[in-house]
């Protein structure tokens, strides 16, 4: 009987252990559901938003120009910031103050990319600290899941025109 008893117990911690695995390869690989918090992401992603990132192509070198990343913060290591892709290594990036009042021209260097949110009043990004290492990339997002009434995948970016090539 109490050979039975540690049998199940030992398969289930097994079965656990076996699972547990799978499901951290299947959250860090493939990707996860990621709540976005803060306005920097308007109108694109609301506070509170529920969206899905998927975490492959951050692995293939497949982030694009106009993609919306989680990536780690590079002012705060232990925080998380939802931004879109502006530049990619070698863009030369035209970018205004967070105030607006001041333009300057910068490059993106090698292994970099350069982030901003939507919401360009309201948002701490690349202009505030710089290129940001494709290394604290952590996934894509690509679909809204709440609310239900936004459900789908995300739209374009409000400052579409600054992807121009120019």
Known sequence: MLRGVLGKTFRLIGYTIQYGCIAHCAFEYVGGVVMCSGPSMEPTIQNSDIVFAENLSRHFYGIQRGDIVIAKSPSDPKSNICKRVIGLEGDKILSNSPSGFFKSHSYVPVGHVWLEGDNLQNSTDSRYYGPV??????????????????????????????????
Do not use: V
């Open 133 to 166: 290492p494709y290394g604290l990339i952590r996934g894509r997002i690509f679909f809204k899941i709440w609310p239900l009434n936004d459900f789908g995948f995300l739209r374009d970016s409000p400052n579409g025109h600054r992807f121009s090539d120019d």
